[in-house]
C-alpha cells in the first residue's frame, strides 16, 4: 500500500503558475507510472498528465505547454508544474501511482481555484 498526499492547492489568480506536489509514503522509485488527474464541478475525472519510469510524458490537450510532470524520487514526491493557470483548469486535482503488483492508488485530491 502506499499513501499520497497532494498539496500545493489554492485560489489562483489566472496566469498563475503555483506547483502542485504528491508526496508518498514509501519509495516511488519502482513505479511504473504516475498521474495528475483534475476532476472540475459536474464533470469526469480526466487525466491531465502521465509519467513513466522510462521518462515518457503525456498530456491532456487542453494543458499541453502549460503544465509539466516530473518527480523526485530521493523525495518520494510527483510535482506538477502549472503555468498560465485559466479559470477553467478550477478542479479537484489527484495524484495517482500505480504501484507494480498493487494496482493504482489515489490521495485525496488538492483544490485548485482560478479566479479571473
Known amino acids: 500500500q502506499v499513501q499520497l498526499v497532494e498539496s500545493g492547492g489554492g485560489l489562483v489568480q489566472a496566469g498563475g503558475s503555483p506547483r502542485l506536489s504528491c508526496a508518498a509514503s514509501?519509495?516511488?522509485?519502482?513505479?511504473?507510472?504516475m498521474g495528475w488527474y483534475r476532476q472540475a464541478p459536474g464533470k469526469q475525472r480526466e487525466l491531465v498528465a502521465g509519467?513513466?519510469?522510462?521518462?515518457?510524458?503525456n498530456y491532456a490537450d487542453s494543458v499541453k505547454g502549460r503544465f509539466t510532470i516530473s518527480r523526485d524520487n530521493a523525495k518520494n514526491t510527483v510535482y506538477l508544474q502549472m503555468n498560465s493557470l485559466k479559470p477553467e483548469d478550477t478542479a479537484i486535482y489527484y495524484c495517482?501511482?500505480?504501484?507494480?503488483?498493487?494496482?493504482?492508488?489515489w490521495g485525496r485530491g488538492t483544490q485548485v481555484t482560478v479566479s479571473s
Open positions: 509519467l513513466t519510469s522510462g521518462g515518457s510524458t
Open positions: 514509501r519509495s516511488i522509485f519502482d513505479i511504473n507510472v
Open positions: 495517482k501511482l500505480t504501484v507494480p503488483g498493487f494496482g493504482g492508488f
